[in-house]
């Protein structure tokens, strides 16, 4: 059982997922330290949980060995691991960068929490370790063979985190999770679909389908993601688990239900598939149920809606 005033180191914590899994944490009692180097991440983000005094943000590159310096000092009970090159186009583009943060600095903090005698440490993984050939839903067991370094990179992690265990017994978890949507993503460059869509219906613009909006995703709510992370600090040693709602939403449909719930009464723009598109993506959750007692709970419905009233208060 964690104690109230257990200490949370967060890589990534002024991202999307992490500084919403900050607040949570804050909210729970915990004391976090954010290594960021606020490269896609925002400060902002974590205004709310500064003021309660119990979050301090450390701006730095996961890639730096003073990470391990500073985790040594913040002597944290769990590491969470969310510091990412999270672009899949820039690490077809750029492999060796999105190796050198998303391996190498992996590796980085596995050794600050290796070094800092952290109980445990918590990575975000990804679906994309799956590749396009799995067989849907995609479970945990099943061979991935991923097609982009970004999906290689992060299967290479779970690797890493496992050999950590065996040479110097750190505790881990991997989490899956499959297309998060909330308050905070970034609607710019590739961001989630949730939040371009969100983004231009607050903008007054019509966005574009790419595809003829067959195209299904597995949506999940950025509050369930942060409660699974938050459950992995005490559960679900050694395995690596789908974090995922297991509904498979056609991307036309999900935009059909954000102009209902925003009354934007324009059509879509359509437009032909990008390369690397895939048809169809959904992951079993089943296995973090059984080891998190973790589900998804919050309908796609009330997601969106708490989505497009953050993304509305922006605009
Ligand atoms: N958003 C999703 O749907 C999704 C799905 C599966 C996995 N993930 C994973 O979850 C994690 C968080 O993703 P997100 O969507 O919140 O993205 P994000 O870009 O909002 O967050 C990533 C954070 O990492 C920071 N960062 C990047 N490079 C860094 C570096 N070298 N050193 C220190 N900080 C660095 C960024 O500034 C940012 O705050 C990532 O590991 C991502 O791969 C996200």
Redesign the pocket.
């Known amino acids: 059982m964690i104690e109230p005033t257990a200490r949370a180191l967060v890589?990534?914590g002024?991202?999307?997922?992490?500084s919403n899994l900050v607040d949570l944490l804050v909210d729970e009692g915990w004391e976090v330290l954010v290594?960021?180097?606020?490269?896609?991440?925002h400060a902002d983000h974590l205004s709310a949980s500064r003021r309660r005094g119990r979050v301090k943000l450390h701006t730095?590159?996961?890639?730096e060995e003073s990470v391990v310096g500073v985790a040594e000092h913040f002597h944290p009970h769990v590491v969470y691991h969310?510091?990412?090159?999270?672009s899949v186009p820039v690490s077809v583009l750029e492999p060796h960068r999105d190796a050198d943060?998303n391996v190498l600095?992996t590796i980085n903090v596995l050794t600050a929490a290796h070094r800092s005698g952290a109980d445990r440490i918590v990575l975000?993984g990804?679906?994309a370790t799956y590749g396009s050939a799995v067989k849907l839903p995609a479970r945990e067991t099943y061979a991935r063979h991923p097609d982009s370094p970004y999906g290689a990179a992060?299967k290479a992690i779970e690797d890493y985190a496992h050999v950590f265990s065996v040479q110097h017994g750190l505790d881990f978890v991997v989490l899956?999770?499959s297309?998060?949507y909330g308050p905070r993503q970034?609607a710019s460059g590739e961001g989630?679909v949730v939040a371009i869509f969100a983004a231009a219906v607050a903008a007054g613009k019509e966005p574009t389908i790419f595809g003829d909006g067959t195209a299904t995703r597995d949506f999940v709510f950025v509050d369930d993601v942060a409660d699974a992370f938050l459950r992995a600090a005490s559960r679900g040693s050694g395995r690596n688990l789908n974090i995922s709602s297991g509904v498979e939403t056609p991307v036309g449909e999900l935009y059909d239900s954000i102009a209902r719930l925003a009354r934007f009464r324009k059509s879509p723009r359509f437009n032909d598939p990008r390369p690397g598109d895939i048809d169809r993506s959904v992951l079993d959750p089943g296995a973090a149920e059984r080891s998190l007692g973790w589900k998804a709970w919050t309908p796609l419905e009330e997601g969106l809606a708490k989505t497009l009233e953050w993304f509305a208060k922006r605009f």
């Open positions: 890589t990534g002024a991202g999307f997922i992490g290594v960021d180097d606020l490269s896609s991440g730095l590159d996961i890639r969310l510091a990412a090159q999270v943060v600095g975000a990804s679906a992060k899956a999770p297309n998060v970034d989630g």
